[in-house]
Nanobody, 125 residues
Framework: VQLQASGGGLVQAGGSLRLSCAAS????????LGWFRQAPGKEREFVAA???????SYADSVKGRFTISRDNTKRMVNLQMNSLKPEDTAVYYC????????????????????WGQGTQVTVSS
């Protein structure tokens, strides 16, 4: 599966952005999908994920502010980001993990086989 992320930009603190990731491939619905981010000088970190069965997981730092969703008919995964903070500034990546049938939603970057290019999110104070 190939992934293409979009929707990043510059926003003031407290604002909102919606990231989208379009995927190719007929087995999209079999993948768990995740969003990760990497700030300058820091390691890539987990943000949110949604399983093939629509189970969701969020990093504590974004819980209650970000919402992940998927549309299998459109082969899209979205990340709605509200109440943005300057510390949310990073390059955001979407990724796919083939684990159809598994009851486990993995959140480690190493578990994800396919990655899109990043999209920059900058939150000004």
């Amino acid at each position: 599966v190939q992934l293409q992320a979009s929707g990043g930009g510059l926003v003031q603190a407290g604002g909102s952005l919606r990231l989208s990731c379009a995927a190719s491939g007929r087995t999209f619905s079999s993948y768990s999908l995740g969003w990760f981010r990497q700030a300058p000088g820091k390691e890539r970190e987990f943000v949110a994920a949604i399983s093939w069965s629509s189970m969701k997981s969020y990093a504590d730092s974004v819980k209650g502010r970000f919402t992940i969703s998927r549309d299998n008919t459109k082969r899209m995964v979205n990340l709605q980001m509200n109440s943005l903070k300057p510390e949310d500034t990073a390059v955001y990546y979407c990724a796919a993990d083939y684990n159809f049938g598994s009851a486990t939603l993995r959140v480690g970057p190493a578990s994800y086989e396919h990655w899109g290019q990043g999209t920059q999110v900058t939150v000004s104070s």
